[in-house]
Structure formats: structure tokens, C-alpha cells
């Protein structure tokens, strides 16, 4: 599976965030605090929604399960203004970004892009947010789910 190439432009969420790790993962818990919430955020671009992750630096070098990151639960707004109480403002860098289709509720497609994909591509990993789009296809929980999941790199 071969992933297209964006030049993303800068976004402008709008979300809330929480910071976890792998072993400790609490996304159910905040998408569970965000949905309900979701519509008094003004300025949308549209329905998508960002399920964002923050990396330390070097978290891809020497990968321990329990080494906290920070996720976002998110949408994307024209401008930052009238930000709901309890959510925070995100700024997301332009740059280039791998986007692999994925549909299904595996996990397996992220070993594929880190371990095969990657390695042979022309690209290293660029440390910006990584993220999945979550679109109107997108059924959680289901098997013919489908969501775009971009990988932030920059040629080797």
C-alpha cells in the first residue's frame, strides 16, 4: 500500500487534550469528554475530526510503552476565536505528510507504515504531529471504518 504525499497548509484545531502512553492509553476517555461537546465549537471547517498525538522528540528512537505522549481530540476551525470553556487552541505546522486509507478497526496498518513502509520509502519522520482524519465514513467501533491516518516526514 503506497501512501499519497500531502503539503498540508497549517491548521487550527480546536479540542481538548490529555497526556497518556501506550500501556496507560485513556483515548476512550477523551473522546468521551469531547463528543458532547464538540458542536459549541464555532468556526468549524466542517465535520471532520482530528484524533491527533504529540510525540516527544525522540519517542520513535527507543519506543517503551510507557512513555507518555499527549492526544487530541479535535476539529478544525477558519479562526481561533470564542474557544469553548475547557478547550485548548492547536496550531499544526505545515509540512509534508504520508496518508494511508485505512478501513477497519486494526491496529496493524501502524506497523506496516513504521517497520516496512517507511524504511524503504524515500522519507524519515519529521516531528510534527501525527494524526488520523476522521471523516463522515468513519463508524467507530466497526469493521468497514474508514479514516486516513498522516504520517508527518520529510525526504531522507
Known sequence: MEPRIVNMAQKILVGKHLSMSMADNKTRQLWQSFMPVRNTISHKTGTDLFSLQLYPPDYFLAFHPHTPFTKWAAAEVTKAVNIP???????????????????????????????????????????????????????QGSADSEEEIWIPVEPK
Not at 509534508?96 to 524503504?120: K, N, Q
Open 85 to 139: 470553556e475547557g478547550m485548548e487552541l492547536l496550531l499544526v505546522e505545515e509540512g509534508l505528510y504520508a496518508v494511508f486509507p485505512h478501513t477497519g478497526m486494526g491496529t496493524e496498518i501502524f506497523s506496516y507504515i513504521f517497520s516496512e513502509w517507511l524504511p524503504r520509502s524515500g522519507y524519515t519522520l519529521a516531528n510534527r504531529p501525527h494524526f488520523e482524519l476522521l471523516g463522515e465514513k468513519y463508524k
